[in-house]
């Protein structure tokens, strides 16, 4: 019998391996595809703190700002001393895993879970294994299996993910002359209730747009802005931008988009994913030393994760939603307020992509028509 299994092989789940590797516990790891990372569904953009927690070579770009271009055309540009970083994301989760082995997890490919049972001895996992059926157990297990995960369906089958926006992404051949600057485009031409990008990733590009029951529409009229993307490939998949009140259960954990440990305002999840790992090993750890692997002890992770990244999340949450109202008429009206030298100073010194409440605050105590806008978002007549 294994000490745990975790499944999925993405960031939460081999940072969370390795964690509980490094502790001495014997580990399986189970991921579905042939190959970790790929498809890769993901812009890569992350800070510095996660460059610190992994040892890896996937940087493909550093940039130091962003444009962020308003409706009506307009833009501002904003400077940032910390510089965020663009990763190629499939071989930044090669190193993650590579690290995970290198503790002594044994990672299985093409291995897909399609059963779980939880019991008073052990957790029962039964998986695909090149066709053939194949079961295992341990003590306790981890679900990292992503926005779709199986281990959620199966052992929290009352708990869903309430608020997801759906993403597309193309990854282009063609180098944007910027690469100092993430480009951010607000407003409906290209989104509902969320955003589009254009990240310059060194030789190659990442196009993308999400949002609320987003059309293809709003897709094309970005593919079409960028008018001979030279196309690499189009990928795309669910964000889950609220996470689950219970990640915790009899022998079971959730982290990362699994239990839709993600940051509301940007969607991105790999930094919150590996944090959430990190305390899902502390907690079940902790759960084996004191042989209790009921769900009342295993709520400890939930504390755990919430006191480093939970109250941001909150915060973060409650402005998307405020965010997701926001007209194109009241984004211009945003626009034209923010672009003293001042404010622009505010949001280099607070700015933080993985805190990103604190500009937003600082700023609007500064701004009080943003409150305004945001709050009681206006509309054109023609626009109605
Ligand atoms: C278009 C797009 C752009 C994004 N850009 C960014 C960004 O710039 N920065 C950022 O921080 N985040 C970004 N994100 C979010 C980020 O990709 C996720 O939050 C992150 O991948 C979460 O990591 P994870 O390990 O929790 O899940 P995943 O990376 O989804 O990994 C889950 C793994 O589980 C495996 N799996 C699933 N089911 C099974 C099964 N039944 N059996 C075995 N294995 C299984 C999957 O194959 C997968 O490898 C983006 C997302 C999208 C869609």
């Given at each position: 019998m294994?000490?745990?299994i975790?499944?999925?092989?993405?960031?939460?789940?081999?940072?969370?391996?390795?964690?509980?590797?490094?502790?001495g516990?014997?580990?399986?790891?189970?991921?579905?595809?042939?190959?970790?990372?790929?498809?890769?569904?993901c812009?890569g953009?992350?800070?510095?703190?996660?460059?610190?927690?992994?040892?890896?070579?996937?940087?493909?770009?550093r940039?130091?700002?962003?444009?962020?271009?308003?409706?009506?055309?307009?833009?501002?540009?904003?400077g940032?001393?910390?510089?965020?970083?663009?990763?190629?994301?499939?071989?930044?989760?090669?190193?993650?895993?590579?690290?995970?082995?290198?503790?002594?997890?044994?990672?299985?490919?093409?291995?897909?879970?399609?059963?779980?049972?939880?019991?008073?001895?052990?957790?029962?996992?039964?998986?695909?294994?090149?066709?053939?059926l194949?079961?295992?157990?341990?003590?306790?297990?981890?679900?990292?299996?992503?926005?779709?995960?199986?281990?959620?369906?199966?052992?929290?089958?009352?708990?869903?993910?309430?608020?997801?926006?759906?993403?597309?992404?193309?990854?282009?051949?063609?180098?944007?002359?910027?690469?100092?600057?993430?480009n951010?485009?607000?407003?409906?031409?290209?989104?509902?209730g969320?955003?589009?990008?254009?990240?310059?990733?060194?030789?190659?590009?990442?196009?993308?747009?999400?949002?609320?029951?987003?059309?293809?529409e709003?897709?094309?009229?970005?593919?079409k802005?960028?008018?001979?993307?030279?196309?690499?490939?189009?990928?795309?998949?669910?964000?889950?931008?609220?996470?689950?009140?219970?990640?915790?259960?009899?022998?079971?954990?959730?982290?990362?988009?699994?239990?839709?440990?993600?940051?509301?305002?940007?969607?991105?999840?790999?930094?919150?994913?590996?944090?959430?790992?990190?305390?899902?090993?502390?907690?079940?750890?902790?759960?084996?030393?004191?042989?209790?692997?009921?769900?009342?002890?295993?709520?400890?992770?939930?504390?755990?994760?919430?006191?480093?990244?939970?109250?941001?999340l909150?915060?973060?949450?409650?402005?998307?939603?405020?965010?997701?109202?926001?007209?194109?008429?009241?984004?211009?009206?945003?626009g034209?307020?923010?672009?003293?030298?001042?404010?622009?100073?505010?949001?280099?010194?607070?700015?933080?992509?993985?805190?990103?409440?604190?500009?937003?605050?600082?700023?609007?105590?500064?701004?009080?028509?943003?409150?305004?806008?945001?709050?009681?978002?206006?509309?054109?007549?023609d626009?109605?």
């Amino acid at each position: 019998m294994h000490d745990f299994i975790v499944v999925g092989g993405g960031p939460s789940g081999s940072y969370c391996s390795q964690h509980l590797a490094s502790k001495g516990f014997n580990v399986v790891q189970l991921e579905e595809h042939q190959s970790i990372g790929k498809p890769v569904e993901c812009t890569g953009l992350v800070s510095k703190r996660v460059v610190s927690m992994v040892k890896t070579e996937s940087i493909v770009n550093r940039v130091h700002g962003a444009n962020v271009f308003f409706p009506d055309g307009n833009h501002i540009q904003i400077g940032k001393e910390e510089e965020t970083i663009v990763l190629e994301r499939d071989r930044f989760d090669q190193d993650v895993a590579a690290m995970a082995i290198s503790r002594g997890v044994e990672l299985r490919l093409n291995a897909r879970v399609n059963d779980i049972k939880t019991s008073d001895e052990n957790v029962k996992v039964t998986f695909r294994d090149d066709g053939n059926l194949k079961e295992i157990r341990a003590h306790g297990i981890i679900g990292a299996d992503g926005a779709n995960s199986i281990t959620r369906k199966i052992l929290f089958p009352d708990q869903r993910l309430s608020r997801v926006v759906s993403a597309y992404q193309i990854d282009s051949a063609k180098k944007l002359d910027d690469q100092d600057n993430v480009n951010v485009y607000l407003g409906s031409q290209y989104s509902r209730g969320y955003f589009a990008w254009g990240t310059p990733a060194g030789d190659f590009s990442r196009l993308g747009t999400a949002g609320f029951g987003l059309s293809r529409e709003k897709f094309k009229n970005l593919y079409k802005k960028f008018l001979e993307p030279n196309k690499v490939s189009i990928t795309g998949g669910p964000i889950p931008i609220s996470f689950l009140k219970k990640p915790f259960g009899e022998r079971s954990l959730l982290v990362g988009d699994a239990a839709g440990i993600v940051k509301p305002l940007s969607g991105g999840g790999i930094y919150t994913g590996m944090v959430s790992g990190e305390k899902a090993a502390i907690a079940m750890e902790m759960a084996y030393e004191r042989e209790n692997f009921s769900g009342k002890f295993l709520s400890l992770y939930n504390r755990l994760w919430k006191r480093e990244i939970g109250r941001e999340l909150k915060r973060d949450y409650r402005i998307q939603k405020m965010y997701a109202k926001i007209t194109d008429y009241s984004f211009n009206s945003i626009g034209q307020s923010i672009t003293s030298e001042r404010i622009k100073r505010i949001i280099n010194t607070v700015g933080d992509i993985d805190y990103p409440s604190r500009v937003v605050f600082s700023i609007m105590l500064r701004r009080p028509s943003i409150i305004r806008n945001v709050l009681f978002p206006r509309k054109k007549i023609d626009e109605e």
